[in-house]
């Protein structure tokens, strides 16, 4: 897509403990369609070795940075850190254990472009299993009260993966709390719509796995995630729209 080229895109991925999962991760991200991207990789002090293994990849791609954290930031920490580093128009969020069809880019970047009054997207996506050989419909949903925080009242998902933003809304306010270990997701929904007009796509960009130590199956998940609402409660937001 000509009108795109100059645009940036920004992939900020976390990882811990991905080494199974962080090839086929960075190899979604050198296929893309879209070539006018660079992918921020910040390993969260790992045991295994995710991080060299990334590194190796990295080493003959040179759109692809890959540093190490010298002490546990957790989830919140790691993708603050990453979001620090990134230099895109448009952000996009990809854990390290997950992967994105090979036009996700591409298509993302044409509802920017279409919609410049837009400032942040998230989409629909492909709940996996851990192999990658089944999946099902994601949890993403579309802005059924205006906003995701009314829309996810009762702990019910709407705002999910994709994850993308305008780089631009990190200068108006804090989008990763580097406090939380999990929720990190929710916390960034609630603060994008609080800076700008988010829009929901129904179109499966993103690959999720689900296994077994998946962050997103954190025991403080939902205590967290509650925790969260509390602290955006009173906090004024934009309503979110749905993408044609």
């Known amino acids: 897509m000509n009108r795109n080229s100059d645009l940036l895109f920004s992939i900020i991925c976390g990882s811990r403990h991905c080494l199974p999962f962080i090839g086929q991760c960075l190899r979604s991200v050198i296929c ?32 692809i940075t890959v540093v190490q954290n010298k002490k546990r930031l957790h989830c919140g920490g790691t993708y603050k850190k990453a979001l620090s580093m990134a230099t895109g128009d448009i ?6 254990d997950d992967t994105l069809p090979k036009d996700a880019i591409s298509i993302i970047l044409d509802y920017y472009v279409r919609y410049p009054d ?46 993308t933003f305008r780089r631009e809304l990190a200068a108006k306010g804090e989008l990763f709390d580097k406090s ?52 955006h409660k009173d906090i004024k937001r934009f309503n979110s729209v749905i993408l044609e």
């Open 180 to 231: 939380l270990k999990c929720a990190v997701d929710k916390n960034l929904g609630y603060s994008l719509e609080e800076l700008g007009n988010g829009g929901f796509l129904n179109r499966p960009l993103y690959h999720y796995r689900y296994h077994k130590v998946n962050m997103s199956h954190h025991s403080n998940q939902r205590a967290t995630w509650k925790k969260i609402r509390v602290k």
């Open 32 to 63: 893309q369609s879209y070539s006018n991207w660079e992918m921020i990789v910040v390993d969260d002090c790992s045991a295994d070795r995710t991080y060299k293994r990334a590194c190796e990849i990295a080493a003959k791609h040179n759109r």
């Open 118 to 163: 837009i400032d942040f997207i998230w989409t629909n996506h492909r709940w996996y299993n851990t192999d990658m050989s089944k999946y099902r419909t994601g949890i993403s949903g579309k802005p059924k009260k205006g906003t995701i925080y009314e829309s996810e009242e009762g702990l019910r998902h709407v705002y999910s993966h994709w994850r």
């Open 91 to 96: 952000c996009g969020v990809l854990d390290g």
